[in-house]
């Protein structure tokens, strides 16, 4: 069995793209039969195998019909052979260093997961690793960053878990109830995954119907994430609640950013409160979240940051 299962999801780059990520996992010091590469072409308009010359030989490459970024990784994670699966977008990259760091932490461990960071630069600041702890408690007492490409994890925890298919923010839905399933987990410093920023991204993009759905894709997870909060108890119920909690607040932050108009706002605000989800829980989990919860908790609060958020954001 491998010991990590690279699952790269690809659908319509240039095939230099690809290289340069295979590239990255092929110069690991992990031995051939450490490791898998999985390639998953999710309806390209033709296979990149031919493009990857004798990396060919390094990658398993299925074609599937288009279904989406969720339905990609779904389908590497029930293939994969490896006891610990990494997801790599293709326009990604893996950096050398920084990730051997994070496998001698795995190797040594033996954790469920291993929290890295991501960069789009050079410039790192002081690495550094953490006591090991369980999903739960790391998600109740810190700040998440839910990208899927952000950690390694053991297979057998995702159990019946998938990323919801069609939608956007999918990874906000599924690392957190990952985690929770983590019995051991070791969050690190290292920069250990560098990403490209591409114009026209699903972040990036001020298209009309693409913001409406970002923020209605959102809004489903976080009203999916608390109805799950009833089946936990203790530390896991404390952890998917802040969780909830944080994605609310970013939630309203975006609508403050990229909706036009503070009528369109206000009916977002009113369609949190149906849901439960507003004012924001009174719990003090950082001094912007506090902030951000008392400014926001009226009418007037959220009229004075509709206001001055974009103009803050526009001087950055």
């Not at 230099?16 to 690991?28: G, Q």
């Not at 993009?205 to 759905?213: A, C, L, M, N």
Request: some cysteine; charged content about 30%; aromatic content about 8%.
């Amino acid at each position: 069995m491998p010991l990590i299962s690279f699952v790269i999801t690809y659908y319509n780059l240039p095939v230099d793209m690809l290289r340069l990520c295979v590239e990255s996992i092929v110069n690991l010091s992990l031995m051939c039969n450490e490791r898998e590469i999985i390639i998953i072409d999710d309806g390209s308009d033709q296979s990149p195998l031919e493009g990857l010359g004798e990396l060919a030989r390094e990658v398993v490459c299925i074609r599937q019909e288009n279904g989406g970024l969720s339905d990609a990784r779904n389908h590497g994670m029930r293939i994969a052979k490896g006891e610990y699966i990494q997801f790599v977008d293709a326009d990604d990259c893996l950096i050398k260093q920084g990730y051997e760091k994070c496998l001698g932490v795995l190797k040594k461990s033996s954790a469920d997961m291993v929290l890295f960071r991501l960069t789009n630069g050079t410039a790192e600041k002081a690495q550094r690793e953490y006591p090991q702890t369980s999903g739960a408690t790391y998600m109740a007492n810190n700040n998440l960053r839910s990208t899927a490409c952000g950690y390694m994890f053991r297979k057998r925890i995702a159990q019946d878990l998938e990323f919801t298919k069609g939608i956007y923010h999918e990874d906000d839905e599924f690392t957190p109830l990952l985690m929770l399933n983590a019995a051991t987990l070791i969050p690190t410093d290292h920069h250990a995954y560098w990403y490209r920023e591409r114009e026209g991204s699903i972040t990036s993009s001020h298209d009309k119907s693409r913001v409406e759905k970002r923020l209605d894709d959102k809004l489903g997870v976080i009203i999916r994430l608390k109805e799950r909060c009833a089946q936990f108890e203790g530390i896991k119920r404390k952890a998917l609640n802040r969780r909830v909690d944080q994605l609310t607040m970013d939630y309203i932050y975006t609508c403050l950013i990229d909706l036009k108009g503070t009528g369109n706002i206000i009916e977002r605000i009113k369609e949190l409160r149906l849901n439960g989800l507003y004012p924001l829980a009174k719990n003090d989990y950082t001094a912007k979240y506090k902030v951000f919860r008392i400014v926001s908790s009226n009418r007037l609060g959220i009229w004075l940051l509709a206001a001055i958020l974009p103009l803050i954001k526009k001087e950055r």
